[in-house]
């Protein structure tokens, strides 16, 4: 069974400017989630879509992040404009449905360095 | 709000020695509790996780882990490290509430002496 893709797997930016990254979940898996992980710490949850619909968005930071997941099955993760606090990996995840019983399935991240 | 603190950044153990990585947390109720291991350039990987039952669980790659409530800890093990072991660690807590929303600790980076 293919994993969790993303890309790309490495993006350099100027501040200001815009960046998207995109991820196709494990076939079949309703849940989605976007991670940020900055150097040194876990991961940090920015978003979370069962199915096409957002479950917890409270940590994302609406005024510069976005996620869409149209159609329920992949999703992009803009940002727009980054700043240098940006430089991070984002992480995408997926599992079969919502619900702490349900394991999640990493992809390999998407490392982001503002400059 | 569920927390999770590993108080070690870094540890160095030599190859064929054990090994135990600490994660304290904290959580109102009966805690979904998960361990991931990192590899360079790679995604997180579920190494082992307890949701109910025996508090000592097994995962894969020779790990195990012990819940004990009273000290609020899930410290992961394993007896004899391998030098490819050398990795990131990371300890979570995930919450039925909140639709499987997992809470990472900062994560610690074991290296492998030969």
């Known amino acids: 069974e293919a994993g969790v893709a993303q890309s790309p797997r490495y993006k350099i930016i100027e501040k200001r400017q815009s960046v998207a990254f995109w991820c196709n979940p494990i076939?079949?898996?309703?849940?989605l989630y976007w991670y940020q992980q900055i150097l040194g710490q876990g991961p940090k949850l920015l978003i979370q879509?069962?199915?096409?619909?957002?479950?917890?968005d409270s940590q994302l930071p609406k005024d510069r992040f976005s996620a869409e997941r149209l159609k329920g099955v992949d999703s992009t993760l803009k940002i727009q404009p980054a700043k240098l606090e940006d430089s991070a990996v984002y992480l995408c995840a997926s599992s079969l449905e919502s619900g702490a019983i349900y394991e999640q399935y990493f992809g390999p991240g998407t490392r982001l360095t503002v400059t | 709000a569920q927390s999770v603190t590993q108080p070690d950044i870094h540890i160095t153990v030599s190859e064929g020695a054990s090994l135990e990585l600490r994660c304290n947390y904290s959580?109102?109720?009966?805690?979904?509790l998960f361990w991931y291991v990192q590899s360079p350039g790679q995604g997180l990987q579920l190494l082992l996780k307890?949701?109910?039952?025996?508090?000592l669980v097994q995962g894969i790659k020779g790990f195990e882990a012990e819940f004990k409530r009273s000290q609020s800890s899930f410290n992961l093990r394993k007896p004899s490290v391998h030098w490819s072991d050398a990795a990131e660690y990371f300890c979570?807590?995930?919450?039925?509430?909140?639709?499987?929303?997992?809470?990472f600790g900062g994560g610690t980076r074991l290296m492998v002496k030969p």
């Open positions: 307890y949701f109910s039952g025996d508090t």
């Open positions: 979570a807590v995930g919450s039925n509430n909140a639709g499987n929303m997992l809470t």
């Open positions: 076939s079949g898996h309703a849940t």
């Open positions: 959580y109102g109720a009966t805690p979904y």
């Open positions: 879509f069962q199915n096409n619909g957002v479950v917890d």
